[in-house]
């Protein structure tokens, strides 16, 4: 069992949509956990950064981790064209030495 | 403008041969990484650098090298030894090793012709 585990999608919503983004985990020790946005043919870049539990929000962009459940979402509200791209999830512990990275969902946002 | 600069963007390779990958970051991070990305995979890691004169081997180190002789580059050599070397390849930096976010490049799409 791969320890990050991201539905691949394709995810297709209309513009003004609410998208909600999961990945699961099974290693109890992840702490640190991020999402990033991967535009086609280019490196991805850092949404968003939160430590254990709860709910840390960025103007559209609320991320969410539930620790209990080993579950983590990202939430785009009033969703754009320009959102459409890749969305990794990844992860990591104290003694980590690398992040744990979702295979990530494909998303686009149609006009 | 502090980042991680990535050359070139797009790399060709003649079988048998070896190719480098340069990689630069100005952000003053400790850590470099080397990860390849292909479809359906995600990112998979191939080689780690903690600090310098050091690195360690990812999950698919296989058929590459890397040097670390100043902070502020990590180049990956794709050896002649790797059997499937077309894909695309990222570095990234972070602060420290362990629980800080890594920042990426724009990668290097490498195909073998």
């Known amino acids: 069992q791969k320890e990050v585990e991201q539905d691949p999608g394709p995810l297709s919503v209309p513009e003004g949509a609410i998208v909600s983004l999961n990945c699961t985990y099974s290693n109890s020790a992840f702490q640190y956990f991020m999402w990033y946005r991967q535009y086609s043919r280019k490196g991805p870049e850092l949404l968003m950064y939160?430590?254990?539990?709860g709910n840390k929000e960025d103007g559209r962009f609320t991320a969410q981790v539930d620790k209990s459940s080993k579950y983590i979402s990202l939430f785009i509200r009033d969703s754009q064209p320009s959102d459409s791209a890749t969305y990794l999830c990844?992860?990591?512990?104290?003694?980590?030495?690398?992040?744990?990275f979702g295979k990530g969902t494909s998303l686009l946002v149609t006009p | 403008d502090g980042g991680i600069t990535q050359s070139p963007k797009y790399l060709f390779r003649k079988e048998g041969q070896n190719v480098t990958l340069s990689c630069e970051q100005n952000?003053?991070?400790?850590?470099m990484y080397w990860y390849r990305q292909d479809p359906g995979q995600g990112l998979r890691l191939i080689y780690y650098?903690?600090?310098?004169?050091?690195?360690q081997k990812g999950d698919i180190a296989e058929g590459y090298s890397v040097s670390r002789e100043k902070k502020e580059s990590f180049p990956l050599t794709v050896t002649s030894a790797q059997k499937n070397p077309t894909a695309f390849y990222l570095c990234?930096?972070?602060?420290?090793?362990?629980?800080?976010?890594?920042?990426f490049g724009q990668g290097t799409r490498l195909t073998v012709v």
């Open positions: 650098s903690q600090i310098v004169n050091d690195f």
């Open positions: 990234a930096s972070s602060l420290q090793g362990r629980y800080t976010e890594a920042f």
């Open positions: 990844a992860m990591n512990w104290n003694s980590g030495y690398a992040l744990n």
């Open positions: 939160t430590y254990s539990s």
């Open positions: 952000l003053n991070h400790d850590a």
